[in-house]
Each structure stands twice: as C-alpha cells, then as structure tokens.
C-alpha cells in the first residue's frame, strides 16, 4: 500500500490523541529497547526516544514513504528499519504500538506471537482504531461490493473479507491474561471529531481506510470509487456538520521478571 504522509497528518492533533494517552499509560521502568510497531512518521517513536534517553529505540514499518519522513527525526537512539510485523525479531523492554496492528488478522494469535519478543519484566502497549461498525466503514465495504472485481475481490470489513481484526477491551485482557500478564489496562474511548459534512468524512478516511482500496485501483477506476463512495457518504450526512465518534481500544500490559 502507497502511504501518504501529508494526507495522513491532515488531522494530526485528532490522531495523536489516543497515542498521547498511550504514552500516559505505560509504567515507569528502565526501558533499554524500545521498539514502535507500524510507527508511521515517526513521531510517537521520537517522543518515546527523548522520554527514555538511555533506551535503544527502533521504529518499524512497512511503508518507505512513512519512513523516508520519519528519519527526519534525528536523536542518537533513535533507528528506523523497514519490515513486516509479522516478522519481527529480537526482544523488547517495550513492545508499542499506535493504530498499526487492525491491519492485521488474528489478534489472538499476534498477541501470542509479539509476547515472546517481549523480555521478562517488559510492557506492551497497543492502540487500535475500534471504528469498524461505523457508517463511514459500512459505505466503504458497499462500495468495494460494487467495484469487487476492480478490487479482485478485495474488501476489509464487508461481505466477502468478514469482520474487523479487532477486539473488545475485555477480550484483549481475557487473551493477555492466558499469556501470563499483570498489571492490564484495558480500555474503549471515544475522541470525538467534528468534520465539515461528507466532504470532510471523505478526507479523514482518505489517509487511513481508503488506501488499500485506491492502491489496488487505477486511477480512473479510483475516481469513479471515490464519486460512489462519496455519493453514499452524502445520503447519509447531507448537512455539514459531522460528530464522528473516534473509538479507540488502549491495551498495557506487563510481562512478570
């Protein structure tokens, strides 16, 4: 999928809400590797560099483009690599993560999978977007119906992909729990947004949901998606005034030395 860094921070303040609370979750330690999974720009990873100096922080994500803007960070402990989560190596003091792992299937199984990167006595902490069941998604997979061939077939949350990866908070601390964790937080808040009408929920989608859809099509059939889409999201919102309810899932937890 081709990122855009500047479509993405368009609504940066409203976006960087839930990684700040996030960061007020985690617990005081001595932190000596610090890795930020699908850490985007960057700028969640740069600010866990300056709050842990000593720290050894790694930044990682598969899009270059986010990368190429995030290394404008400069900080002697701070490194960015690009790679899969899936394949993550090595281990951690923390294991963190900003609305990167709901592009991702089986949460069960990747909480399995990140707990043994995470050394004893380390925290994971995690941030996904809980948005699934909301119109704006649900006009998305409609529109992705109509264009199933363009997309070969491809939808995140609709008839034919299924359900969203996502987990409710107390299903996070349930499958923590099983991993042997302490100390769990696990939390749903709403970060409400006002968009200027469709238009507006147009472009907020624009730089996170739309892109495996866009980056799948060519440009004139990503044209005539985004006239339907848009067509659908103004039957539903046709004033200009949109309360969008921002919901997100927080998760920390801690590994026992």
């Not at 948005?131 to 034919?160: C, I, K, M, Q």
């Not at 299924?162 to 409710?168: F, I, K, N, Q």
């Not at 749903?188 to 892109?211: C, F, H, I, N, S």
Request: include cysteine.
């Amino acid at each position: 999928m081709a990122w855009n860094p500047d479509q993405y921070h368009r609504f940066r303040d409203a976006r960087d809400a839930p990684a700040r609370d996030l960061l007020q979750l985690l617990p005081e330690a001595p932190y000596r590797a610090i890795i930020d999974l699908g850490c985007g720009t960057g700028d969640h990873t740069a600010t866990l560099a300056q709050q842990h100096p000593d720290a050894q922080v790694t930044g990682l994500d598969s899009s270059a483009e986010m990368l190429e803007r995030a290394r404008t960070h400069h900080q002697p402990n701070l490194h960015f690599t690009l790679g899969a989560i899936q394949a993550l190596h090595g281990t951690y003091d923390l294991i963190f993560s900003n609305a990167a792992l709901q592009w991702l299937p089986d949460h069960a199984a990747l909480l399995a999978g990140l707990w043994t990167h995470l050394r004893p006595g380390g925290t994971l902490a995690v941030q996904v977007p809980s948005n699934h069941s909301h119109d704006s998604h649900r006009l998305l997979g409609e529109t992705a119906d109509d264009f199933r061939e363009a997309l070969g077939g491809f939808t995140r949350f609709g008839p034919v992909q299924g359900a969203s990866p996502v987990l409710t908070p107390a299903r996070y601390a349930e499958l923590l729990d099983t991993l042997g964790a302490a100390n769990v937080t696990a939390l749903e808040k709403v970060y409400p947004v006002v968009l200027p009408g469709a238009e507006g929920v147009l472009d907020w989608v624009r730089g996170t949901a739309l892109v495996p859809y866009l980056s799948r099509l060519d440009e004139a059939t990503g044209a005539a998606f985004l006239e339907a889409y848009r067509a659908r999201l103004r039957a539903r919102w046709p004033g200009d005034r949109v309360y969008y309810a921002f919901t997100r899932v927080l998760f920390v937890a801690q590994k026992p030395a």
